[in-house]
């Protein structure tokens, strides 16, 4: 006995040693990618390359209203709620990889039979057997699963993390559009009041015999398009309310008591900090997400070459068998030492026949590979390309405000005057009622421009990839406690996972 013991022991101190070896296939190496050094806009005095405050919401607007509202989005929306269940997966996943590096084959079975023999005598027939199973990761197979797994888990952080900043993003935008489309209705009833004072001079102009008809009727068309307007801008309001609230994990309702009184467009500071291009790969989840999943594929890599080398296995059995038929046996017996028998062995497999497949998904696995590194430099150019175009459509956005303010006032003074000179009979109700157009018009884009600037700047933030900070670096503080309740309530299995050190 004690030779077979001293071999496997050999074999086993083999094995521990050769799972020590370095690991077969690529390295992974983080992949470079073109960044420019600055932004097109450098050289203007707005523009500052000071990191991106984390929470950028409550520097750009200060506005406890949208503070609150991105508060809540963050503890109970229902996709941000699905991305942390899609780490819990991965986490699970990597658990599973770890797992394997320890005896991936463990069995313990048994049996009891009666049986009936020679001249109707029955008897009992009493089995049981422990068997265990090693494959020691020689070649790094195990370990490369265990990289790719922690790769993909980091990859699904990444994830939520870019759900997380649209989320924000879309919040914000959401509750500008309100803010914009509440000013525009504001606009709007001021100029229907203009127009039913016009209709009202052209009336009494009428009555007096001093105009035609035409004039009163052309002051009625105008004054009732200004109110179909309302009920335009009105279906517009209820809209993004109903969005705000389904973005806030909730069904749409009543939106007064969470937005309050109307309020007017935040103001917001001409000057924005971005930070520089060579930020972005930092920040960017998604630019992050596209090199995790080529850090978890190049392991792939490794872990296809390993299947052209032999696969090493050692293990042991234990087993116990008595039956009453030998009359001198019985239950008893069963863990004695004359009934119970030992087994050991090494093993090694090793598929040389079949390389032409091996090799083939090889340079599968590379060609994925090479596919994901493409995309992630795609990713990274692109992303530079969502900034600077942020850049420029807020800046314009700005410079349009300024032209667009003079414009309101020169239509303004226009109807003024207009309607002087139309009471003093100097000119017709034409000129009146284009200036009213005029002015109607231009408040309404002076207030949309408003609210463009403030969403050019949400959207600027969004392609800068800030806000995704502010969480819990623990990948189960993902997972909110009223779905941590219904899982455990589902099955206990989660208690040590969800348990607080």
Not at 102 to 117: D, L, M, N, T, V
Not at 179 to 204: C, G, H, P, Y
Not at 391 to 400: G, H, L
Request: proline share 4%; with cysteine; hydrophobic share 40%.
């Amino acid at each position: 006995m004690k030779r077979p013991l001293k071999s496997f022991a050999l074999c086993v101190l083999f094995v521990m040693l050769a799972g020590g070896c370095a690991m077969v296939g690529p390295d992974y190496q983080v992949p470079t990618a073109s960044v420019q050094d600055d932004w097109l806009e450098y050289e203007d005095s707005s523009l500052e390359t000071a990191p991106v405050s984390p929470e950028w919401w409550k520097a750009a607007f200060n506005d406890p209203i949208l503070d609150r509202l991105v508060n809540t989005a963050l503890a109970q929306n229902l996709s941000l709620r699905s991305a942390g269940l899609r780490v819990l997966q991965t986490r699970q996943q990597l658990a599973i990889a770890m797992g394997n590096q320890y005896p991936q084959q463990q069995q313990i079975s048994g049996q009891a039979q009666s049986r009936s023999g020679n001249k109707s005598k029955s008897y009992e027939t009493y089995d049981m057997g422990f068997n265990l199973s090693w494959e020691a990761d020689v070649w790094g197979r195990f370990r490369r699963q265990i990289e790719s797994a922690t790769a993909a888990l980091e990859a699904s952080v990444g994830s939520y993390d870019g759900i997380m900043v649209s989320l924000i993003a879309e919040v914000a935008q959401t509750y500008l559009l309100i803010r914009t489309t509440q000013q525009r209705f504001a606009v709007a009833e001021d100029n229907l009041k203009l127009q039913q004072k016009s209709l009202q001079i052209t009336t009494a102009k009428f009555e007096g015999g001093e105009v035609s008809v035409l004039d009163v009727e052309q002051a009625r068309t105008l004054y009732y398009n200004t109110q179909a307007s309302l009920a335009s801008l009105e279906l517009s309001l209820q809209q993004f309310k109903n969005s705000l609230a389904i973005l806030l994990g909730q069904p749409p309702h009543d939106m007064r008591t969470i937005l309050g009184p109307v309020q007017p467009i935040p103001t917001i500071k001409p000057a924005v900090a971005v930070g520089m291009p060579q930020n972005l790969i930092r920040r960017r989840p998604d630019i992050r997400t596209a090199e995790r999943q080529l850090a978890a594929q190049s392991a792939q890599i490794g872990f296809a070459v390993s299947d052209l080398y032999p696969q090493f296995s050692i293990g042991g059995s234990i087993s116990t068998s008595v039956s009453t038929a030998r009359g001198f046996q019985n239950f008893g017996d069963l863990f004695t030492e004359k009934t119970t028998g030992r087994g050991l062995f090494g093993a090694f497999q090793w598929n040389i026949f079949q390389y032409g497949r091996l090799k083939n998904n090889i340079r599968l696995q590379d060609a994925i590979f090479q596919q994901l590194l493409e995309d992630y430099r795609q990713t990274v150019l692109q992303a530079q390309g969502e900034v600077e175009n942020a850049i420029v459509a807020f800046f314009k956005s700005q410079q349009q405000q300024v032209s667009l303010q003079s414009a309101t006032s020169a239509a303004r003074r226009a109807v003024n005057v207009a309607t002087v000179q139309y009471q003093e009979g100097d000119v017709t109700f034409n000129t009146v009622i284009n200036t009213l157009r005029t002015l109607a018009a231009q408040q309404d884009e002076l207030a949309a421009i408003q609210g463009t600037i403030t969403t050019n700047l949400v959207g600027l933030y969004k392609s800068l990839g800030g806000g995704w900070e502010v969480r819990s670096p623990d990948p189960l503080d993902l997972i909110d406690a009223k779905t941590r309740q219904e899982m455990l309530e589902r099955t206990d299995y989660w208690n040590k996972t969800f348990e607080r050190e």
